[in-house]
């Protein structure tokens, strides 16, 4: 299958699975990607790591061949699709790790912007390339790009094409960090920084930073206040406050 879903430990594992063609997203594999988000949203996964079979690509984007017979409408579709999946990611409601093990090239960056967190390989190349194929990106790249790396990099990016290194990567804030050694392995690891903590908790930081990146600082201000305010009434809040009295461990448990 070119999409696999597993289970590691605590955590679901999302494998590109289609080496021989650098993992590239025919509609059939977006498709199975959105399927799987499903499953994950309906288990007790803890954070969700996504990476590429073999050793050369995590995704080297949109399949190409595929998209040369397409009318526009057909065109329309397509974005609207990887769009869609795409942000069922975004708002997943557990965190996602992309570890991209190699080329990350158009929907294959897009697919790890719209990811929680980015780690990268040494060996890892990231870019939006579309502009040397006549395209711009359609899966969310114009949008998510620049809310991580800033508009100036972003759009030197999208207008050169150019290909950025992991180093680069790392530089500009495109990926948290570089990794060595089994990408999912080094995915787990990461998330294992967090996913010790209250899941519903985890889920209003996420809620209120992203929510904030679209509204305006007094707005984003209340959604913050609102959210605070949910997380302080869990029963997780008065586990962890209670524990750093008595100075023990917080058991949190997810409520
Ligand atoms: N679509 C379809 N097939 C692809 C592909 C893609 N995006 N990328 C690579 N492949 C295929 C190649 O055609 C080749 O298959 P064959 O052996 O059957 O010819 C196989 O994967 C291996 O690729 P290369 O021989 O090209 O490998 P390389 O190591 O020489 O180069 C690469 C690697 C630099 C990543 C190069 O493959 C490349 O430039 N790929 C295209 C990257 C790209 O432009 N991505 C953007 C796509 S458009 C998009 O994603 C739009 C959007 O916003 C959604």
Redesign the pocket.
Same mark, same amino acid.
């Given at each position: 299958m070119a999409v696999e879903l597993g289970t590691r430990d605590e955590f679901a594992v999302l494998t590109l699975n289609r080496p =021989? #063609? *650098?993992n590239? +997203?025919s509609f059939k594999i977006i498709e199975d990607i959105g399927r799987a988000i499903d499953e994950v949203a309906k288990s007790k996964a803890r954070a969700l790591i996504i990476t590429g079979a073999g050793t050369?690509?995590f995704c080297?984007? #949109?399949?190409?061949?595929? *998209?040369r017979n397409r009318d526009l409408s057909a065109q329309k579709r397509g #974005?609207e699709l990887?769009q869609a999946v795409f942000s069922k990611l975004d708002t997943l409601s557990v965190a996602s790790v992309a570890v991209i093990n190699g080329?990350a090239?158009?929907?294959?960056l =897009?697919l790890a912007l719209a990811s929680t967190f980015r780690l990268a390989t040494k060996n890892a190349k990231v870019g *939006?390339? =579309?502009i040397? +194929?006549g +395209?711009?990106?359609?899966?969310g790249?114009t949008q998510r790009l620049p809310r991580v790396v800033g508009e100036a990099r972003a759009l030197e990016m999208i207008m050169t094409g150019r290909t950025v290194t992991a180093e680069e990567a790392e530089r500009i804030g495109l990926v948290n960090r570089i990794v060595d050694g089994d990408p999912v392995e080094a995915g787990m690891a990461f998330a294992r920084e967090f996913t010790g903590f209250s899941l519903p908790v985890l889920g209003f930081a996420r809620s209120a930073v992203k929510r904030a990146l679209d509204v305006p600082v007094p707005e984003g201000l209340k959604i913050e206040a609102d959210l605070s305010t949910l997380a302080f009434q869990t029963k997780d809040a008065a586990e962890g406050t209670a524990a750093f009295e008595e100075k023990r461990r917080a058991s949190f448990v997810d409520g």
């Open positions: =021989e #063609a *650098l590239a +997203l050369k690509a080297a984007g #949109a399949d190409i061949k595929e *998209l #974005a990887g080329y090239f158009g929907g294959g =897009e *939006l390339p =579309e040397k +194929l +395209l711009i990106p359609g899966y790249g």
